[in-house]
Nanobody, 122 residues
Framework: QVQLVESGGGLVQPGGSLSLSCAAS????????MGWYRQAPGKQREPVAL???????TYADSVKGRFTISRDNAKNTVSLQMNSLKPEDTAVYYC????????????????WGQGTQVTVSS
């Protein structure tokens, strides 16, 4: 199994910044996509920022220009720098990763972190 452990998050005022980090561990052969989803109260979980192993990125329209995703392939980590935060960014943020793990034979995996709360409020 591949585990994802998130850190960061918390309470910030509108206009402020926060950084999230996520580290993958386990029997990892390769990771294709790493990134972040979020789920606000009463809403569906949605992708926020994703990055493939070759550096291609995808951002939700609502965060473009404010959030930046970065990744360290050697360390199997991904980070999300969130600037100019708005109350509507309040949500539980989940780290995700998919790729290939080594068990008895190479097997595809898809994993989610436990989630970290981001609250933007004055």
């Amino acid at each position: 199994q591949v585990q994802l452990v998130e850190s960061g998050g918390g309470l910030v005022q509108p206009g402020g910044s926060l950084s999230l980090s996520c580290a993958a561990s386990g029997s990892i052969f390769s990771i294709n996509t790493m990134g972040w989803y979020r789920q606000a109260p009463g809403k569906q979980r949605e992708p926020v920022a994703l990055m493939t192993s070759d550096g291609s990125t995808t951002y939700a329209d609502s965060v473009k220009g404010r959030f930046t995703i970065s990744r360290d392939n050697a360390k199997n980590t991904v980070s999300l720098q969130m600037n100019s935060l708005k109350p509507e960014d309040t949500a539980v943020y989940y780290c995700i990763a998919d790729g290939v793990q080594l068990t008895t034979q190479p097997t595809e995996f898809g994993s989610w972190g436990q989630g970290t709360q981001v609250t933007v409020s004055s």
